[in-house]
Every structure is written in structure tokens, then in C-alpha cells.
């Protein structure tokens, strides 16, 4: 079955406790992105990736990371996590870039 | 900057009523529009994709339009049932030079309930 996997589907760490929310996808999609999604905000697109070693900023990149060492994963990392980073985050991928979207089940992060 | 608005934010109905859902972008310029369903605290479902060349698309009792000279598009549902209760989110991603950069922007969406 084409997915997206994102792991873990539940977190709650601490300020300052740095943690990696892991993607993958097994459609050899080659545009990867990861968002955040929060009431009246929306989502928004944190960091995105149009292959392998090339990735950039969205619209809300600070205090997180990303890495592209292989097609199918892109792992979200957030160095020290703070308080308005709780968030529900989704992973995406498409391939060509901007066709046909296919979404991750999410991420709830609680940061205390 | 591309803007998408969702009209209504929550829509009620009785089961059996057809609907319609409105998304509005203000960039005509689009690559194409996309609609998603979200179930309470779980991921986007990909429901149907228009390309920019496309008026419309149907899958099952759900039609899109889209209309790129008023910046509209809408998603129709026939014989509405309480297992179409989400929220429905339309998305385009941004263009330049002609072909998409990816990112999508996405509508605040609707809210929809259905009651037995």
C-alpha cells in the first residue's frame, strides 16, 4: 500500500530534550515536506525537500532541522524543544512536486 | 502571496441533504487545486485533485469545480451521511516560472456535520 509513515503518532517530552520525528514514504516520491497544524493557524509549511541532500525553509523553520540522506525518509528534528512547538505535525510527499499529495496519519507533540 | 478562504467554517445538516462546500484563492495563477478530508486529530485524506486545465472532477458522490477567472472552487456533496462528518480542506500549491515549487497553501476549511 502507497504511504506515508510517520513515527511516532504520540509524544510529550520536556523543554530542551531534543527529539526526531521520523517519516517515510515507499512511493520513490522525490518532494518531501513536513507542517504543523494549529487552531486558527492552520498548517503551515515548516521545511521541504525536492530530493535527495536538497532541502529548504517554509514558512515557520525556526527551531527545527531536516535531512534528505535517502529518497524515502525525511526525519523532523527539534534540536531543543520549547513550549509553542506543541503542535500536531504532518509529513507529506508528491511526486511530480505539486501533484497529488499524500499525507501522514501525524504527530501529536506536547512539549512541558 | 496566494490567500485560500473556506466558506462556511461549520455547516450542519440533516443526512440525506446535498451540499456545497466553498473555496475561494486569490491568485488565479494556480498549478492546480486539491481537496482533503480530516477526521478529528488524524491525517489529510486526499479526496480529488483538479488541474488547472480541468473544470471539474467526480469521484463517488463528491464533484469539484473550479473556476480560475473567479477564484472559486467548490466541492459538492450528494446524499450528505453522518460518516461525511470532518473537516474539509482545499490546498493549491505555490507556482513560479510556470511549474509548481510545491509548497502548499492550504484554507482554514469546514467543519462539516452530519445528523442521523
Known amino acids: 500500500e502507497a504511504q506515508v509513515t510517520q513515527n511516532p503518532r504520540y509524544l510529550i517530552t520536556v523543554t530542551g530534550k531534543k527529539l526526531t520525528v521520523t517519516c517515510s514514504q515507499n512511493m520513490n516520491h522525490e518532494y518531501m515536506s513536513w507542517y504543523r497544524q494549529d487552531p486558527g493557524l492552520g498548517l503551515r509549511q515548516i521545511y521541504y525537500?525536492?530530493?535527495?541532500?536538497?532541502?529548504d525553509k517554509g514558512d515557520v523553520p525556526e527551531g527545527y532541522k531536516v535531512s534528505r540522506k535517502e529518497k524515502r525518509n525525511f526525519p523532523l528534528i527539534l534540536e531543543s524543544p520549547s513550549p509553542n512547538q506543541t503542535s500536531l505535525y504532518f509529513c507529506?510527499?508528491?511526486?511530480?512536486?505539486?501533484?497529488?499529495?499524500?499525507f501522514g496519519s501525524g504527530t501529536r507533540l506536547t512539549v512541558v | 502571496k496566494q490567500e485560500v478562504t473556506q466558506i462556511p467554517a461549520a455547516l450542519s445538516v440533516p443526512e440525506g441533504e446535498n451540499l456545497v462546500l466553498n473555496c475561494s484563492f486569490t491568485?488565479?495563477?494556480?498549478?492546480?487545486l486539491q481537496w482533503f478530508r480530516q477526521d478529528p486529530g488524524k491525517g489529510l485524506t486526499s479526496l480529488l485533485l483538479?488541474?488547472?486545465?480541468?473544470r471539474e472532477q467526480t469521484s463517488g458522490r463528491l464533484n469539484a469545480s473550479l473556476d480560475k477567472s473567479s477564484g472559486r472552487s467548490t466541492l459538492y456533496i450528494a446524499a450528505s451521511q453522518p460518516g461525511d462528518s470532518a473537516t474539509y480542506l482545499c490546498a493549491t500549491p505555490g507556482m513560479a516560472g510556470g511549474t509548481s515549487y510545491g509548497k502548499l497553501t492550504f484554507g482554514q476549511g469546514t467543519i462539516l456535520t452530519v445528523h442521523p
Open positions: 483538479i488541474q488547472s486545465s480541468q
Open positions: 491568485d488565479s495563477a494556480i498549478y492546480n
Open positions: 525537500s525536492m530530493n535527495v541532500e536538497v532541502t
Open positions: 507529506a510527499s508528491s511526486f511530480p512536486r505539486g501533484q497529488n499529495y499524500t
